[in-house]
């Protein structure tokens, strides 16, 4: 199977057709919203897919489920159950954008694009990498607390951003994402077990920090819609024991100019990047710069 990292261009009429009609301008968020992710460290309910796109995903995503794929060599990451209960499945896999080609395409989505660049500083928007979370109905694992920069220290420096996205209804019943408003503040974290206990997080808090989880907001969206959130957001989302699946996908990305900070490769299955350089190439595009990638806005 051919590697679609080596493409850097869109490869799907859905996303051309979008990319060459849409109004770029029209995706910009607002000055409250931008101060809403600056304050609070989040921003939520912002519309990204249309149904025909989701659809599209949708049957990648249940092509990409099964570890006979054709593709699955090309994943960084994939578990078809990262929890170790049986009982509580959360599938979660790194690199799908290298194998099928709408979840390749959504990388250029300009309805994601335009708000990433602005919550980078307005910097030009370079790939990290792509996650699957997938709980599915009566049996869905948690995702536990934690902050994404806590597993990317490899990374420097710390100008990050993550991307979730709904692909079916997301509430509480079904194990949406929640975040502790303005957790961002409280600066670098131990990094807990990702599927393991739902608190994990709390023994490296102190007693004030642990309080706020009391005010904790829980971002429930319709499917196609997203949320995006800061480095050191802590984050995570409860349990499904719905009759309902609760599938996303997330992209993260940085600012150009983020370097490698370790000898090891930074992803599995990608080159070693010498610490100091610059990530780009084949694994890191980059993804928008007004004026050279996509308009100007």
Not at 83 to 104: A, E, K, M
């Amino acid at each position: 199977m051919s590697d679609l990292s080596k493409h850097h261009e869109l490869l799907t009429e859905l996303m051309r057709n979008h990319w060459d009609a849409c109004d770029w301008t029209a995706y910009r968020l607002s000055d409250e919203q931008v101060a809403h992710f600056q304050d609070q460290g989040y921003v939520a309910g912002i519309p990204m897919l249309d149904d025909e796109y989701i659809q599209a995903l949708r049957a990648e995503l249940a092509e990409l489920q099964d570890p006979a794929h054709s593709g699955n060599h090309l994943f960084h990451e994939f578990h078809t159950n990262e929890s170790s209960l049986p009982d509580q499945v959360l599938f979660h896999s790194l690199g799908h954008w290298r194998i099928t080609p709408h979840f390749h395409d959504v990388l250029w989505n300009p309805r994601f694009l335009v708000p990433a660049w602005q919550l980078l500083g307005r910097q030009p928007v370079r790939f990290w990498h792509d996650q699957l979370f997938c709980k599915p109905a009566k049996h869905g694992g948690v995702v536990a607390w934690h902050q994404d920069y806590s597993y990317w220290t490899r990374t420097q420096p710390m100008q990050h951003l993550t991307c979730w996205v709904g692909l079916d209804d997301a509430n509480k019943d079904n194990g949406c994402l929640h975040y502790i408003p303005c957790s961002h503040r409280w600066g670098l974290l131990e990094k807990p077990e990702l599927a393991g206990d739902m608190q994990g997080l709390a023994e490296y808090l102190t007693p004030a920090q642990q309080r706020e989880f009391e005010g904790q907001v829980a971002v429930e969206m319709p499917k196609g819609y997203g949320s995006f959130h800061h480095p050191l957001m802590v984050h995570g989302s409860y349990e499904n024991r719905s009759e309902r699946a609760r599938r996303a996908f997330v992209l993260n990305v940085f600012a150009e100019g983020t370097r490698s900070a370790s000898h090891e490769p930074l992803l599995p299955g990608v080159p070693p990047v010498l610490p100091g350089n610059a990530l780009a190439g084949q694994f890191f595009p980059l993804l928008y710069k007004p004026g050279l990638l996509g308009p100007a806005i």
